[in-house]
C-alpha cells in the first residue's frame, strides 16, 4: 500500500465570465500523506477553497489529475465517483447553512449512509445514535430536532458526524471554525484531532487562521492567487518563512500576551490583483518587497530547498 493518500497533479480550475477567463487555481501539484493533516493557507480569494472543492468533484476542475489511492477521480464517471466519495468527505465553513432546516438530525446523519446503500435502518439509527455521542451530543436530544434548534458550534459537531458516518479515510475541512466564537473554536479544533485519531484520519485543512493552522497542520501550503507559494512542515515554514508572501502573512500573526510588544507588521503593498488577469512572471511581484526584473518575465517554479520545504521564489529568503 502507497504511503500517499491523494495526489494532485497539475490541477487547474477555471470559470468563465462576462469579463473574462477567472484563473482560480493555476497548475496546483501536491501530495497528502496517510494520516496527516495539510493546511493550504492564503489570502481570501487566493484559491483555497476552490482547490478543496476541485478534490470533492464539486466542480469538476478544468484539467489536471486527482488521484485518490489508485483512483483517478478526474477521470471516473458518476456512478464511479459515487462510489469513491464513500472515502472523502467535506465539512463547511457555515455549520448552519450546510445542514438542510427542514430535516431532523437523525435524517441529515443517516442520509449518507441510505444513499450508499449501507445497513438497515435500525442499524443506521444506532450507528447515528453512537456518532452523536462521540461528537458530545446527546442522542436522546438531537435525534429529532432540527438545525435551527442548535448554536454554530452544535452544527459544527453535526456536520462532522455527517461527515464522519461512512468513515471516510480522507476529511477536507474548509475553514470549519471561522464561523465560530473564539471559544467554541478550540473545542471544535480538539473535536478533529479526536476525530482524526479514533478514525485513521487523513486531513485537507483550509484555514485563514495561521495561529489555528500552527497547532493543527502538519504540512502547509501558503497560495497566492491561484498558485503554491511554499510548502514544507510546519514548524520549518513558521519558525523560518523562505518566501516573502509567507513572511509577510506570518507577521500579522496576533500575540496573545499582554507582556510582549509586538514586531512591527510587514504590511504587503497594494490590492490584489485580478484573477482574470494576473501578473506576468511570478503573480506576487507587484506587492513584493524583493521583485526583480526577472520576476515578471520568468515564472518561478516549486524548487526543493536544503531542508526539505519546497518554494516558488526567484529570490527566496533562505538558502537552496
Do not use: W
Request: aromatic share 4%; proline share 8%.
Amino acid at each position: 500500500m502507497s504511503d500517499v493518500l491523494l495526489d494532485v497533479r497539475d490541477l487547474v480550475v477555471e470559470f468563465p465570465t462576462r469579463k473574462g477567463l477567472v484563473q482560480a487555481v493555476s497548475g496546483v501539484t501536491f501530495e497528502l500523506r496517510r494520516g496527516e493533516t495539510l493546511a493550504l493557507v492564503g489570502e481570501s480569494g487566493c484559491g483555497k477553497s476552490t482547490t478543496a472543492r476541485a478534490v470533492m468533484q464539486l466542480p469538476r476542475p478544468t484539467s489536471g489529475q486527482i488521484v485518490m489511492d489508485g483512483d483517478d477521480l478526474v477521470a471516473a464517471g458518476k456512478r464511479d465517483l459515487r462510489r469513491m466519495r464513500r472515502r472523502f468527505q467535506m465539512i463547511f465553513q457555515n455549520p448552519i447553512a450546510s445542514l438542510n432546516p427542514r430535516k431532523r438530525i437523525s435524517e441529515i446523519i443517516e442520509k449518507p449512509l441510505k444513499i450508499a446503500g449501507l445497513l438497515d435502518a435500525g442499524k443506521r439509527r444506532r450507528a447515528v445514535e453512537e456518532l452523536l455521542e462521540t461528537v458530545g451530543l446527546d442522542p436522546a436530544v438531537a435525534m429529532d430536532k432540527r438545525p435551527h434548534e442548535f448554536s454554530g458550534g452544535q452544527c459544527q459537531r453535526i456536520s462532522i458526524a455527517r461527515a464522519l458516518i461512512l468513515e471516510p479515510d480522507l476529511l477536507i475541512c474548509d475553514e470549519p471554525v471561522s464561523a465560530l466564537d473564539v471559544s467554541i473554536q478550540a473545542q471544535i479544533l480538539n473535536l478533529l484531532e479526536d476525530m482524526k485519531q479514533r478514525y485513521d484520519l487523513t486531513m485537507l485543512f483550509i484555514s485563514h487562521d495561521l495561529a489555528v493552522v500552527r497547532n493543527v497542520a502538519d504540512r502547509v501550503a501558503v497560495m497566492y492567487l491561484g498558485r503554491f507559494c511554499e510548502v514544507g512542515s510546519s514548524e520549518k515554514l513558521f519558525d523560518s518563512p523562505a518566501h516573502p508572501y509567507t513572511r509577510a502573512l506570518l507577521s500579522a500573526i496576533p500575540v496573545p500576551d499582554p507582556t510582549v510588544t509586538p514586531k512591527p507588521i510587514e504590511m504587503i503593498q497594494g490590492d490584489l490583483p485580478s484573477p482574470i488577469s494576473p501578473p506576468s512572471g511570478c503573480r506576487f511581484r507587484t506587492r513584493c518587497p524583493v521583485a526583480s526584473e526577472r520576476c515578471a518575465a520568468e515564472v518561478p517554479e516549486m524548487r526543493d530547498l536544503s531542508d526539505g520545504r519546497a518554494v516558488a521564489c526567484h529570490h527566496p529568503l533562505i538558502g537552496a
